[in-house]
């Protein structure tokens, strides 16, 4: 065997070891029994223990130094394999299982928290989280911003100052937007009780009409909807709530997005690193045209409305047009996942600067509940009510995710992009929407972007599938306009 051939043998291996710990970290979140927390905790630091073995192993700097690649898709296996390679050798051993243990019991005392609206019980931990993420993060940084270290993580190429730009570009328009809407009069909010059975009976439908393949995926319901896993075993969570179905319905198609992203990747790049998302904003760049540009289209409602009516019986709304209003309405809200369009990227601008602060060491964990009090009020103006709404909604801190959140947005931008591009190649799209069909938009995207995985670099994999246009704000900020605009009319 050659060095290249003995190097992808063994980052198979690794690869597989990290669904089994991805599998863990799913029955967490799921199944696991409360009290099996602390031994949970045990088992994911010895797991990361032999992961990061693995990962800093001399023999694999030996390897590719050696190795030759084949072909284009073997260049890029090498990139990756490279650039694992040097991240994990700077972080010394016992702090990656120092990371893993206390993130794993930290998510478990931040949903106690959450669930007892206490925040203090929660910051402790918090605080110790924050100072290991920082010390990962400066020994990642080698002397360069800690915080765009942590960045490279989720989005490859990224950095605080360009991201911060783009935001600020789209900030003031979406403030504007969301102010001349919400002037004007919304539909009523549903009035209805939803049953929970049959909200998971439509939201399976709606898993599989937008192509999320049953026989190696599953549906369960979680606190926190989330996808988990890749290639032949990609599962995702829902949540139900009697009097919201549009929260289980638009979570799972959320999802769906991500994991048919991950389903879709060539199998030939199956359990090595092509064989992931190549971004978690290119990620999040599926979930949302998914969930929004196909799911919340004026078409797509239109055929929702109608089997909304086959499951629940007439729930109080009158016809297509209202319903379609109802689903893309404005209100005034707390949680980030449940944001309309318009005004969920400000839920997350306002985490990326709270979060840059704390690693910066320019807020004090015990400031922020504070800090994010004070912002939420400037930028949505009204009060925080409970910490659940507050500074404990989201499990992101908690286990140890700084820099996540910036690709939620970046993913917004992204799916405008794609978006874009697509109807421009697909004129007749809304024909099909129209009949519960988004088989041409998600044959497009797979052929675009998803079968190529990891393939090119996150801004390349965009602007391939964009025929080679760069990413901007600008397609987001356009559509965003001319459906809200019309939804006035």
């Not at 990962?55 to 898709?73: K, N, Q, Y």
């Not at 549906?219 to 599962?235: E, M, N, T």
């Not at 019986?313 to 309405?329: C, I, L, P, S, W």
Request: proline share 4%; glycine share 8%; net charge negative.
């Amino acid at each position: 065997m050659s060095a290249f051939d003995d190097l992808m043998a063994f980052q198979k291996e690794t690869e597989a070891l990290g669904q089994v710990m991805g599998r863990l970290g799913w029955d967490q979140e799921t199944m696991m029994p409360r009290g099996a927390a602390p031994q949970r905790s045990e088992e994911m630091a010895a797991l990361e223990g032999v992961l990061h073995a693995r990962r800093t192993d001399p023999r694999i700097g030996e390897w590719l130094s050696e190795a030759h690649a084949p072909d284009e898709p073997g260049k890029a296996q090498l990139r990756l394999i490279t650039r694992s390679y040097e991240r994990a050798s700077k972080v010394p051993a016992d702090l990656a299982q120092r990371l893993a243990k206390l993130t794993s019991a930290s998510q478990g005392i931040w949903a106690q928290a959450r669930a007892d609206e206490d925040v203090s019980a929660f910051l402790p931990t918090l605080k110790e989280v924050v100072e290991l993420k920082r010390e990962e993060g400066e020994a990642l940084a080698a002397g360069g911003d800690v915080y765009d270290a942590m960045l490279q993580d989720y989005e490859p190429g990224a950095s605080a100052e360009s991201l911060s730009a783009m935001f600020a570009a789209l900030r003031p328009r979406l403030t504007q937007l969301r102010d001349v809407v919400m002037d004007c009069e919304q539909p009523a909010d549903l009035n209805f009780e939803f049953d929970e059975g049959k909200q998971m009976k439509l939201t399976r439908k709606l898993a599989k009409v937008f192509g999320y393949d049953m026989s190696h995926g599953r549906v369960d319901k979680a606190v926190h909807p989330f996808s988990s896993g890749s290639g032949l075993d990609v599962r995702i969570t829902t949540r139900t709530s009697p009097r919201d179905p549009f929260n289980c319905l638009y979570s799972t198609i959320h999802e769906v997005g991500h994991a048919c992203y991950e389903q879709g990747i060539n199998n030939d790049y199956l359990l090595t690193p092509l064989g992931n998302g190549v971004s978690m904003g290119v990620h999040e760049s599926q979930s949302r045209i998914y969930e929004n540009q196909l799911g919340r289209s004026k078409p797509f409602c239109g055929w929702l409305y109608g089997q909304m009516r086959d499951s629940f019986g007439d729930f109080g709304v009158a016809d297509e047009d209202t319903f379609y209003r109802t689903v893309n309405k404005l209100r005034k809200g707390f949680i980030r996942t449940e944001a309309d369009e318009v005004q969920y990227n400000l839920h997350v601008l306002l985490r990326f600067d709270l979060e840059r602060a704390l690693i910066s060491g320019d807020l004090a964990v015990d400031d922020l509940e504070g800090a994010w009090n004070d912002r939420f009020a400037s930028d949505f103006g009204f009060a925080v009510d409970k910490p659940s709404n507050g500074v404990l909604q989201d499990v992101h801190w908690s286990v140890g995710l700084f820099g996540y959140f910036a690709t939620y947005s970046l993913g917004n931008v992204y799916a405008g992009c794609l978006n874009e591009a697509m109807r421009a190649d697909l004129p007749d799209l809304d024909d099909a929407l129209a009949k519960g069909d988004p088989t041409p938009a998600t044959e497009w995207l797979n052929e675009a972007l998803q079968r190529h995985g990891g393939l090119r670099e996150p801004r390349a994999t965009i602007a391939h599938a964009c025929s080679g246009n760069e990413p901007s704000e600008g397609p987001l900020l356009t559509y965003l306009q001319t459906k809200f605009s019309e939804l006035l009319l």
